[in-house]
C-alpha cells in the first residue's frame, strides 16, 4: 500500500478563498514536513460557467450574485486581502476589475498536468488575476503565462481548440459536481473524503495526520 497522500483540489482560479485555502494546505504539509509524501491535482470548477467573453464588473457581479452592498463588497475585500497577506499573497483589487470566464485556463491547467506543471501554472494563474489585474480569459495573457512556466504557448493554444480536450473538461466538471462537489475549494483526500471551504491551517494538519497515521498503519 502507498504512504503517499492524494489531494484532488477543485477550484477556480477566480476565487479568492481557493489560493488562501491553498496556502493554508500548504503551510500544514510544510508545517508536518510531509512534502515528499503528498501529490496534488488540480480539477476544474468555474464558479460562473455562463460568463461571457466581455466578462462582468467584480463589484456588480458580486451585487448581482450574492445581493451584497457597495460597503460589504469593500469589507470583504479589505478582510480577503489581510487573510491572504497572511501566507505572502497579494490581492490588488481595483475599481474595474472584471469577473472573467475560466473555462479556457481549466483546459490549459490540464495541458500542463502531463509537464508536471501544473501547480506551477496555477499559482501563476491565481497570481495574474488576483496581484497583477491581468484578464485570465484572454488568450493573449494566457500565451504570457505558458511562456512563464516553461510551456509551449503555441501548443498549448492547440490544446484551446481541440474539440476532445474541451468535452474532456467539461466531463470532468460534470463528475465532481455529481459526487458533490458544489463550492470551491474542496479538497478530496485519496478520493474517499473530502472538506469545502477554505479550512485553517490547523484542521488541514489534523485531517493530513490522521490521513497520515491511517497510511502508516497499513
Not at 470548477?45 to 455562463?50: M, S, T
Not at 490540464?110 to 491581468?134: H, I, N, V
Request: glycine share 6%.
Amino acid at each position: 500500500m502507498s504512504n503517499m497522500i492524494k489531494l484532488d483540489i477543485i477550484s477556480d482560479v477566480v476565487c479568492p478563498w481557493c489560493i488562501i485555502g491553498y496556502n493554508h494546505l500548504q503551510a500544514a504539509i510544510k508545517e508536518l514536513g510531509i512534502e515528499d509524501r503528498i501529490e496534488i491535482e488540480w480539477q476544474p470548477f468555474e464558479l460562473n460557467p455562463d460568463m461571457p467573453a466581455e466578462g462582468e464588473n467584480l463589484r456588480q457581479h458580486v451585487a448581482r450574485k450574492y445581493g451584497s452592498s457597495v460597503e460589504e463588497s469593500k469589507n470583504a475585500r479589505i478582510r480577503i486581502a489581510s487573510i491572504g497577506a497572511e501566507h505572502g499573497f497579494k490581492f490588488n483589487y481595483f475599481d474595474d476589475m472584471k469577473m472573467v470566464n475560466t473555462f479556457d485556463a481549466h483546459l490549459l491547467l490540464d495541458y500542463a498536468k502531463s509537464f508536471g506543471k501544473q501547480t506551477e501554472l496555477k499559482m501563476r494563474l491565481f497570481t495574474a488575476f488576483f496581484s497583477e489585474q491581468k484578464d485570465v480569459s484572454d488568450r493573449e495573457i494566457l500565451k504570457q503565462e505558458l511562456i512563464f512556466v516553461g510551456l509551449d504557448p503555441e501548443e498549448g493554444m492547440r490544446w484551446l481548440n481541440d474539440a476532445e480536450q474541451r468535452s474532456a473538461i467539461r466531463n470532468a466538471e460534470k463528475q465532481w459536481q455529481q459526487m458533490g462537489v458544489s463550492s470551491v475549494p474542496t479538497v478530496v483526500f485519496n478520493r474517499e473524503s473530502g472538506v469545502s471551504g477554505a479550512h485553517p491551517v490547523e484542521g488541514y494538519k489534523q485531517i493530513l495526520s490522521e490521513l497520515m497515521a491511517k497510511a502508516d498503519a497499513e
